[in-house]
T-cell receptor, first 109, second 116 residues
């Protein structure tokens, strides 16, 4: 079966750095997405990785290792507005998004 | 970036009535649209995938006679929740994918449905 695992909840301090991990087992792989979702809102796109390595975009970076079935989202200089759920999703061989359950990130002052 | 709209953004209806939700791609042609449902504190659950001009493909456990999907044009898909019940109350989100880039889906803002 297809499976995506990420921690349910994480807590971090404003100004700090946090890494959210995601491991996956899917039928085929056409890329991995990270989305941010604030409560009551639709997901917004953060990053897309299809090749191994680190993609940096401002305060957010995303890493992928296809051989390990592993990705992480790194958030630097945390701000209170970063409190949200972070969803990991894999595009499988049918170009269908398989979603993780999301990681709720709580930022404390 | 590409914009997807949904209407209405929230709706309250009585049990037994039907509710129609519209999903529009505003600045691109969406060859494929996806309908998701999200219950509180849970992740997105794909309900169905629809390609313009053809019947939707429903995920296992989703009743196609209850959740009617119409993808009549390249910019519009509708989801009709028929004979709604309180357990259908949820956050419904559509997303759209253009024919050009298979890798990216653009999400609508979502519709919060409350069935009394």
């Amino acid at each position: 079966g297809q499976n995506i695992d990420q921690p349910t909840e994480m807590t971090a301090t404003e100004g700090a750095i946090v890494q959210i991990n995601c491991t996956y087992q899917t039928s085929g792989f056409n890329g991995l997405f990270w989305y941010q979702q604030h409560a009551g809102e639709a997901p917004t796109f953060l990053s897309y990785n299809v090749l191994d390595g680190l993609e940096e975009k401002g305060r957010f970076s995303s890493f992928l290792s296809r051989s390990k079935g592993y990705s992480y989202l790194l958030l630097k200089e945390l701000q209170m507005k970063d409190s949200a759920s972070y969803l990991c999703a894999v595009l499988d061989s049918n170009y269908q998004l398989i979603w993780g359950a999301g990681t709720k990130l709580i930022i404390k002052p | 970036g590409a914009v997807v709209s949904q209407h209405p953004s929230w709706v309250i209806c009585k049990s037994g009535t039907s509710v129609k939700i519209e999903c529009r791609s505003l600045d691109f042609q969406a060859t494929t649209m996806f309908w998701y449902r999200q219950f509180p504190k849970q992740s997105l659950m794909l309900m169905a995938t629809s390609n313009e001009g053809s019947k939707a493909t429903y995920e296992q456990g989703v009743e196609k006679d209850k959740f009617l999907i119409n993808h009549a044009s390249l910019t519009l898909s509708t989801l009709t929740v028929t004979s709604a019940h309180p357990e259908d109350s949820s956050f419904y989100i559509c997303s759209a994918r253009s024919g050009k880039d298979y890798n990216e889906q653009f999400f609508g803002p979502g519709t919060r449905l409350t069935v009394l």
